[in-house]
């Protein structure tokens, strides 16, 4: 199984601020990898997908960049709507694999 | 509007069993890759079973193969997901998601149902 590793596990930020959250996977993706974001008692949302590919209805303040096995998730300026936990999700291989989550917490 | 709703968690004992609805509109189920994903308390997204396009193939989790059954009803449109042998640890919100349709590969899942939670416990 591939394993995913986020850091941190959670920031805090100020509305305004540039957020970046990282992705490792234990082999490499061949760019397949996804970001979600999960508010609680809600469904999780697809962020990115194919590890640059902004899902439609998304903002543009949301992008993702990397390759082989290092990605990153970046908020370029973070909106009090942007407070939630993101995770990493690789989709070169089964069993589909999830990172452990990075909170993102209003400093 | 593509949606998904999730119905059939509660309580159950360890060691019964318990069947999981996920009724899709908008789309048809026939023609993109299912999912169950669940989230146990406190803890991440964990990715269960995937019931690909042909309705024949079908992947699941170490920790519930041999134990799940994911199944779909493409006359009622609806995902299913048979969970029997239930352990504590089975304790979670599961989610039914939408894949990837056949010749348009994205790798994410979308929509996610609202999810429906289980709980397993004497």
Not at chain 1, 81 to 90: R, S, V
Not at chain 1, 94 to 99: D, H, I, N
Request: aromatic content about 10%; proline content about 4%.
């Amino acid at each position: 199984d591939i394993q995913m590793t986020q850091s941190p596990s959670s920031v805090s930020a100020s509305v305004g601020d540039r957020v970046t959250i990282s992705c490792r996977a234990s082999q490499g993706l061949n760019n397949w990898l996804a970001w979600y974001q999960h508010k609680p008692g809600e469904a999780p949302k697809l962020l990115i997908y194919a590890t640059s590919s902004l899902q439609s209805g998304v903002p543009s303040r949301f992008s993702g960049s990397g390759s082989g096995t290092d990605f990153t998730l970046t908020i370029s300026s973070l909106q009090p709507e942007d407070f939630a936990t993101y995770y990493c999700q690789q989709a070169n291989s089964f069993p589909r694999t999830f990172g452990q989550g990075t909170k993102v917490e209003i400093k | 509007q593509v949606q998904l709703v999730e119905s059939g968690g509660g309580v159950v004992q360890p060691g019964r069993s318990l069947r999981l609805s996920c009724a899709a509109s908008g789309f048809s189920i026939s023609t993109y890759d299912m999912h169950w994903v669940r989230q146990a308390p406190g803890k991440g997204l964990e990715w269960v079973a995937i019931i690909w396009v042909d309705g024949n193939n079908k992947y699941y989790a170490d920790s519930v193969k041999g134990r799940f059954t994911i199944s779909r009803d493409t006359s009622k449109n609806t995902l299913y997901l048979q969970m029997n042998s239930l352990r504590d640890e089975d304790t979670a919100v599961y989610y039914c998601a939408k894949g990837d349709r056949v010749g348009a590969p994205t790798g994410g899942f979308d929509p996610w149902g609202q999810g429906t939670l289980v709980t397993v416990s004497s």
